[in-house]
């Protein structure tokens, strides 16, 4: 039973116009949430977190969203870069591990 | 910036051979994991540990073993390779706290021919 998912395995955008890149999960109890950016062959970079105490956390270009009503976070990448193509994954932190989404594949067309 | 280390970063070897895909890190975190990922699929966990002579199995079952005699380093052990253990290997380790931030090494392309 998948309890983080993103539903969209592939976005693209045009260079300069916002990308969002959607989360959704259906453990209450999850309190904190991160993504990560994740290049070929490299390690997932992480990138920006969010509290359940808190429904939106800024970081230059990239701002998260929460909405624990829905169960629901999303990430907003404004304007977005071709150096912002990966693949992106959301994670909420549970007991002992980090539970992961399957990811989803950002393409920023220049 | 985290600093966590795995090498090699590439290593191609033959079908039978045993190897240990080295990891550490200088954060003294005491959370630290191994993750198998596929070109294109998702995380999966195998491996972790909370701490010192603390190892666990993770969700997906592998012949990999590890071991965790000191905080900063957690090695990983295939016996034997064989062909279906090629595949990308992630090490992680976690701050812990109110903050919690998992941060991952740049990882090992593992081809086993």
């Known amino acids: 039973d998948q309890q983080v998912k993103q539903n969209s395995p592939s976005l693209s955008v045009q260079e300069g116009r916002i990308s969002i890149l959607n989360c959704d999960y259906t453990n209450s109890m999850f309190d904190y949430f991160l993504w990560y950016k994740k290049y070929p062959a490299e390690g997932p970079t992480f990138l920006i977190s969010i509290s359940s105490i808190k429904d939106k956390n800024e970081d230059g270009r990239f701002t998260v969203f929460l909405n624990k009503s829905a169960k629901h976070l999303s990430l907003h990448i404004v304007p977005s870069q071709p150096g912002d193509s990966a693949v992106y994954f959301c994670a909420a932190s549970g007991t002992y591990k980090y539970i992961f989404g399957t990811g989803t594949r950002l393409k920023v067309l220049a | 910036e985290a600093d966590i280390y795995q090498t090699p970063r590439y290593l191609v070897i033959g079908t039978g051979k045993k190897i240990t895909l080295e990891c550490s890190q200088t954060?003294?975190?005491?959370?630290m994991y191994w993750y198998q990922q596929d070109p294109g699929m998702e995380l999966h966990l195998i491996h972790y540990s909370y701490g010192v002579n603390s190892t666990e199995k993770g969700d997906l079952s592998s012949e990999s073993t590890v071991s965790r005699i000191r905080t900063e380093h957690f090695p990983l052990t295939l016996e034997s390779a064989r062909p279906s253990h090629t595949s990308q290997y992630l090490c992680?380790?976690?701050?812990?706290?109110?903050?919690?931030?998992?941060?991952f090494g740049p990882g090992t392309r593992l081809t086993v021919l």
């Open positions: 992680a380790s976690r701050t812990g706290g109110s903050a919690d931030t998992q941060y």
């Open positions: 954060m003294g975190h005491d959370k």
